[in-house]
């Protein structure tokens, strides 16, 4: 982990008085944009989609996230690591002095935007019960998980695009949820070998396997696959109500959403493509598909896709209703300004296409 996730470890007085904090400058963005760019390629992808206006704050945000999981998850001893980062966490939302990069963009983005701490520290419970081995029975244990690490991750998204309506914020968790379960399907063989089981574990005595006696020597089967796919399907349900909440964002956020949503969903379905063994192979999607999912994706967010309402997620609901309370709908933007949008946009997909776009997905956090 090395300096990297020291920062958030550091008590407020280390760090000097409060008059001493400085704004997060230039170079403590590309510090964050650099976490961004190395650790989760799929993101930085439909990143570089979203509006200048945004993009400084998804950089603190995706770096305090990774900061918070790394030290997390390189602790010897967890509880006093998640003790350090969730005190840290508090001091900072009580305006003590910020210190490191990370840190620094981080409280600039507070400053801005009404984030209720029940978000961020939802996401250090993730990676606590990560650190912990947690074992997943049920789907619905496993969604709660879900929504931790990556649920949470989608509503402080949708909080700094200025969006607090609960049908928003809702959709916004059933994308989170749907990617960390698509990432789960992918990454069966390689959690297997780190000793670690996502899959939700009534499912596969179901399917006559005992988890520990799998876990110990992790071999495609038709057992893992049928679960494999059932995990996928899941994903698809969710992805299909999280396709209502992005018709309810600002316009010029639209294509990047509709991004993610696409090139997650193309890792689920390569991994059907590869005969759903995740076992000993990694879905991967190309940069070709990637650059004509995006191309897709500025296409779908010219389309208002306003569907019949849903409840949010009963994994997710307390924080939905923290997040949107006293929240009121955004306006809807006119065709001609999105398509307007639509033409920016194409011009930056060439620029994106000239800067390359990697070719394997990472973690959805």
């Known amino acids: ?36 760019r190395d650790g ?3 993101f930085y992808a439909a990143s570089l989609l979203l509006p200048k206006r945004l993009r400084p704050d998804v950089y603190a945000l995706y770096a305090f996230c990774r900061v918070a999981d790394d030290l997390v998850d390189g602790a010897a001893n967890t509880a006093p690591a998640v003790a350090a980062v969730r005190e840290r966490l508090h001091a900072l939302y009580a305006g003590a002095t910020a210190c490191g990069p990370v840190e620094r963009a981080f409280a600039d ?59 928003a914020l809702a959709r916004a968790s059933d994308l989170g949820v749907a990617m960390q379960l ?37 071999v495609p089967c038709p057992q893992i696959a049928r679960v494999t796919q059932r995990l996928l399907e899941e994903a698809d349900r969710l992805y299909h109500r999280a396709e209502h909440g992005i018709a309810l964002l600002p316009a010029d956020v639209r294509p990047a959403i509709w991004a993610a949503r696409r090139i997650y969903a ?5 991994t059907r493509r590869n005969g759903l063994d995740s ?29 019949a309402p849903h409840p949010p997620l009963a ?29 920016e946009l194409f011009q930056r997909l060439r620029e994106a296409e000239q800067g390359g776009f990697a070719t394997s997905p990472d973690k959805a956090v």
């Open 109 to 167: 983005l507070l400053a801005r935007h009404p984030l209720p701490i029940e978000a961020p520290a939802a996401l250090v419970e993730g990676f606590a019960w990560d650190a912990e081995h947690r074992v997943y029975e049920t789907i619905s244990e496993l969604r709660a998980y879900g929504m931790r690490v990556a649920g949470a991750v989608g509503v402080m998204m949708t909080l700094l695009m200025g969006v607090r309506s609960a049908e």
């Open 279 to 307: 076992v000993t192979r990694r879905a991967v999607v190309s940069k070709r598909r990637k650059l004509a999912l995006v191309a897709s994706a500025m296409v779908s967010s010219l389309i208002a896709r306003k569907g």
């Open 315 to 343: 994994e997710a609901a307390d924080l939905v209703r923290i997040a949107s309370d006293g929240a009121r709908e955004q306006p809807d933007r006119s065709f001609s300004a999105r398509l307007i949008r639509a033409v």
């Open 40 to 42: 989760s390629k799929s």
């Open 266 to 270: 193309e890792i689920g379905a390569q």
């Open 1 to 36: 982990m090395g300096d990297l996730g020291l920062e958030l470890a550091r008590r407020p007085r280390d760090c000097g008085p409060a008059a001493s904090h400085r704004p997060a400058s230039a170079r403590d963005l590309e510090f964050c944009l650099a976490l961004l």
């Open 182 to 218: 698509t990432n789960i399907a992918r990454d069966v063989g390689d959690d297997a070998r780190a000793g670690r089981l996502y899959l939700p574990r009534e499912w596969l005595r179901a399917e006559g396997v005992d988890p520990e006696a799998w876990l110990a020597n992790p």
